[in-house]
C-alpha cells in the first residue's frame, strides 16, 4: 500500500491490511483471468477493479445490472459490482477485515464460470450464412 510519507504511522493497520488484501486478491483474479487490473497498487484502497473477459462488451445481457446482481445472488450467494469503462467490462471488488484470498480464488472461479457461459451464449449468436447449392 502506498502511503505519504507524512501520512505514515497515521494510519490503522487493519486499513493497511485490507488495502494489501485488494493488491493480492486484485491480482490473483486477474491471473486466474487471464486480464488485468484497473487501478497501480497506490490507488487501490480497499476497492480492486478486474477485467472480466467476455468477447462481446456491448451485449445487451452483459450491460443489465440486473442480470449480474441475480446472476451472483441466486447462484452463487455472493455480490459484486460490474459496469463497462473503456470499452472493457470491470468487476470491482472491495476488500473486508473479514475476507481472505480463499474467498478472491472463490470469485475468480465463478467470474471464470460467469465469462465462459456468457462468452459460449455470444458465439451461438453467429451471423447466419446463406449456402447456395
Not at 487493519?14 to 487501478?39: F, H, M, N, P
Not at 440486473?66 to 473503456?86: I, P, S
Request: aromatic fraction near 10%; charge should be negative; proline fraction near 3%.
Amino acid at each position: 500500500m502506498y502511503v505519504k510519507k507524512e501520512h505514515q504511522g497515521s494510519i490503522h493497520p487493519s486499513s493497511i491490511y485490507e488495502c494489501s488484501k485488494s493488491v493480492d486478491g486484485g491480482a490473483l483474479v486477474s491471473k486466474v483471468l487471464g486480464t488485468r487490473v484497473l487501478q497501480m497498487e497506490e490507488q487501490i484502497g480497499y476497492m480492486v477493479d478486474v477485467e472480466l473477459p467476455i468477447r462481446d462488451v456491448d451485449d445487451p445481457q452483459v450491460l443489465d445490472p440486473e442480470y449480474w446482481q441475480t446472476t451472483f445472488l441466486d447462484r452463487f450467494n455472493m455480490y459484486a459490482a460490474v459496469h463497462k469503462h473503456g470499452g472493457k467490462i470491470w468487476v470491482r471488488m472491495s476488500a473486508q477485515i473479514y475476507n481472505d484470498l480463499t474467498d478472491y480464488e472463490k470469485a475468480a472461479e465463478i467470474f471464470t464460470t460467469i465469462c465462459n457461459e456468457l462468452n459460449e451464449k455470444l458465439n451461438d449468436k453467429s451471423i447466419c450464412t446463406l449456402t447456395l447449392d
